[in-house]
């Protein structure tokens, strides 16, 4: 199965590389990076790179579809050409899916009008500007769309899907080469459980700006 991760300066990087690393595992599944024009996309505060070698064009027919996330919306929401892309591969796609506010993207390009799905929980309102039915879930299906919430969610939403395409099998074979047994330091990885005044502080800092 191709798979087309979406690359584009401002994203960020988690949200596309682990997805990648639990999909490339997989014999079968060929991903490629693709982006409006090949070469080097920088992170969400400019200090790497990621390599995009297809463009838009290149991957019009991608089984799966992956958009990750960013804290600044407007790199996928206000670019027509990304948008109209997303639309037109989603016609085809076995799975469409995003991490973060990459779900935005999707709801941008109409993907979502009417579905239940998740983004970053700082952006979860926003998904109701563009019809979407907000749900508060590490990881949402509906029908052949699959929305992670904020970035660690990917390779979640990843090995979800994986078992579903390749049978539990594959997917428990996945994570166990990636090594995914998350144990924590601390149970903050939710605004249910962080303290207070830090989840009152990532609203006041980052909220408006992920709003879109």
Known sequence: ?????????GMTVLDAIGPYEVLQSVPGVEVCFVARER?????DFKRLGLTADYTLADVPRPDILLVPGTPFPQAVTGDPEVLEWIRAVHATTTWTTSVCTGALGLAAAGVLAGKRATTHWLALDALTQFGAMPVTERVVRDGKIWTAAGVSAGIDMALALVGEQ?????????????????????DAGSPDKAPAPIVAALREQFGKLLQG
């Open 39 to 43: 070469g080097e996309k920088r992170a």
């Open 166 to 186: 390749f049978g539990a099998a594959a997917a428990q074979t996945a994570q166990l080469i990636i090594e995914y047994d998350p144990q924590p330091p601390f």
């Open 1 to 9: 199965m191709q798979t087309a991760i979406l690359l584009y300066d």
